[in-house]
């Protein structure tokens, strides 16, 4: 009887294991597409996915990239993830026509498999100024030097050309997918990731801190692209939306100060200050600029307020034109707020406060239409006790006619609480 069980204890088991070995590995997909650059948004996404995929039980982690780079802060938090992954990490420029430009170099180097498709390209990881120009001769060696030894020791770990990464960090050298494999820049060349799964089944990847055997052909594929979450924050985080959100939510909250009882424009003016303070927190910002424009805005408020001929008004727009264009300086240029938009939006600004200003001024210069003498011109009846019965009310009255109770009079002006009227 022992023995029976015993039998078919080691029956089951061995179907078990056939059937654990039968069964096809998990790879997760991740999909970095060239609408997407690195920044700490899409940062927080890629590595978040890495985790996924190493607590969800995943063989491997595909990340098909297409980007033309990014911060620099974003990119080494995202190749530290990778470096301490435990699962092994693909990085495949593709699909066809896919990029991995600048930062993205870094991302691909790091990977324990580098792969590509056959029409694609790598490299141009020159830093740069804030500006988009070249950095000036001292700060550019430093710069410089510390990039590529950076992206020279992701390369050596992995047993890849040392001498290209520094030729991409020095000269913007860019390779197509042959000339990178040929120089051993990447590892293979594939048309898509199952094909390039079917290429890496028994692969050794080179790390000799992170030794993986690869077994990944027909693997379960699980793609993933950012969602609209993701794709909602990283449009937030345009320098030129978070400009325009910045200055509606100061004009929605002043506008609510000097009416209040309002409501809507303040309450929108929260909610945009709000999201720009958002955008502000996860890019880096000039304070300087921050508040230059906080200067002009006081500027054109003490303009409505004090007479000096327009001159605080365009010291308010000068501030906030340059407070505009140096908000976001310390980034690189696709960060950099759009001139014309600086532009545009300062004229606009200027228009309104000249237009408001103008007609305030009118205001000021028109005649009074309010207040006692406005009753001269109109018409009353004369009552007993010298009294005349005008708009309603009851005025002492004093004439070179000898007026009677009754009769019709027109005011002919205002001597303190007295009207000097004639008969009509």
Sequence with gaps: MKKGV?????????????????????????????????????????NHQLGVAESGGYDAVVIELDTPG????????????????????????????????????????????????????????????SSGQNLGSDLRRKVINDAAASLKALAAAHKRNTTWPVLAVTKASNLTAQQALK???IDTIAPSVPALLRQLD???TKDPGRPFTLHLAGADLKDTSPGFLTRFLNTLIDPNIISLLFLAGLAG???EIFHPGVVLPGALGAVSLLT????????????????????????????????????????????????????FHNLPSPYHTSLPLVITITAVIGGFWALAIG??????????????????????????????????????????????????????????????????
Aim: proline share 5%.
């Design 276 to 327: 720009a303070l958002f955008g502000f927190s996860v890019l880096p910002l000039s304070w300087a600029g921050l508040l230059m424009v906080l200067l002009g805005v006081a500027l054109l408020i003490v303009d409505a307020h004090v007479v000096t001929h327009g001159a605080l008004t365009i010291a308010g727009l000068v501030a906030i034109g340059v407070g505009l264009a140096t908000l």
């Design 70 to 129: 990014g911060l620099s802060t974003a990119m080494k938090q995202i190749y530290e993830r990778e470096l301490r992954e435990k699962v092994p990490v693909i990085v495949w420029v593709g699909p066809n026509g896919a990029r991995a430009a600048s930062a993205g170099v870094w991302l691909s180097q790091a990977a324990d498999v580098l792969a590509m498709a056959p029409i694609s390209n790598i490299g141009s990881s020159t830093p740069i100024d």
């Design 202 to 204: 028994g692969y050794h």
């Design 359 to 424: 007609k305030a001024v009118t205001a000021r210069r028109m005649p009074v239409t309010v207040g006692p003498q406005e009753i001269v011109g109109m018409e009353g009846v004369v009552r007993e006790g010298g009294l005349v019965f005008v708009r309603g009310e009851l005025w002492r009255a004093h004439s070179n006619e000898t007026l009677a109770p009754g009769e019709r009079v027109r005011v002919d002006g205002l001597n303190g609480l007295t009207l000097d009227v004639h008969r009509v």
């Design 183 to 185: 120089m051993n820049v």
């Design 253 to 255: 909250i002043g506008y």
């Design 6 to 46: 015993l039998l078919a204890f080691c029956v089951l088991a061995a179907v078990a294991a056939s059937a654990a070995l039968a069964a096809n590995p998990r790879v997760l997909v991740v999909h970095f597409g060239p609408d997407l650059e690195i920044n700490p948004v899409t940062k927080d996404w890629i």
